[in-house]
């Protein structure tokens, strides 16, 4: 069965830091392209970050520039997301996907609530 679950959010204050984790299980994440979305209440889903699957950055939001890092590690087949310097801002639903390019595969994890808030 092919899944993705993310895990490591929850609540934390202004400036702290949290680091997300998606495990896939029922495929290898080898061949695929990474990428952590968020989505706020009664906003659309915005791209956070991308790694692809040879670990090259693709995009990151300019608003998380500088302060989210994404990487991945394949033997562990998981991808993470560190954030830093989280701001009240951050408050979202994160959630991953694995895409492949070359059978256009497309995976969904159920996300994690990430809140900022003192």
């Known amino acids: 069965q092919v899944q993705l679950v993310e895990s490591g959010g929850g609540l934390v204050q202004p400036g702290g830091s949290l680091n997300l984790s998606c495990a896939a299980s029922g495929f290898s994440i080898h061949h695929f392209d990474m990428s952590w979305y968020r989505q706020a209440l009664e906003k659309e889903r915005e791209l956070v970050a991308e790694?692809?699957?040879?670990?090259?950055?693709?995009s990151s939001s300019d608003s998380v520039k500088g302060r989210f890092t994404i990487s991945r590690d394949n033997v562990k087949n998981t991808v993470y997301l560190q954030m830093n310097s989280l701001k009240p801002e951050d408050t979202a639903v994160y959630a991953c996907?694995?895409?492949?390019?070359?059978?256009?595969?497309?995976?969904w994890g159920q996300g994690t609530q990430v809140t900022v808030s003192s």
């Open positions: 790694i692809t699957s040879l670990g090259d950055l693709r």
């Open positions: 996907n694995a895409w492949s390019r070359s059978t256009h595969s497309s995976y």
